[in-house]
């Protein structure tokens, strides 16, 4: 008998987020520029696109589309923290120039996660 279930598959995203929004706090953009265009890269291929599919409260699942994960894109599961930071870096790495990190973060996938930190918040707005 197996035991199966869908875990974390690493601290990927959680890293990235952190790591991008540490040079760019210590204005070490220049120095790391190559390694903030990897990190933005991942961090855009790391957001989760769609929804599950299906009825999401037939399997307790809350929406998805626009969110980032702990880890990867395959992880999947809406992690409010992550998407908050996930977001606070695209933000970031959006005010420098896309010749250093490459092209922003379209705003229709900014929507989505705000979208999805907005859906998490307490109906009486806490």
Request: proline letters at 5%.
């Amino acid at each position: 008998n197996q035991f199966l279930l869908q875990g974390y598959n690493g601290s990927q995203l959680w890293d990235t987020a952190f790591a991008a929004q540490a040079i760019i706090s210590a204005n070490l953009i220049d120095e790391f520029g190559p390694t903030l265009r990897k990190a933005h890269a991942y961090i855009k291929n790391s957001q989760v696109l769609e929804d599950c599919p299906g009825d999401l409260s037939k399997w307790y699942r809350h929406i998805s589309k626009g969110a980032w994960p702990f880890s990867t894109a395959d992880h999947g599961w809406p992690i409010s923290d992550c998407t908050a930071e996930g977001l606070k870096a695209v933000l970031l790495l959006s005010k420098i120039a896309p010749e250093i990190v490459g092209e922003p973060l379209d705003a229709k996938r900014l929507y989505d996660a705000v979208n999805v930190i907005l859906s998490l918040q307490v109906i009486d707005s806490s």
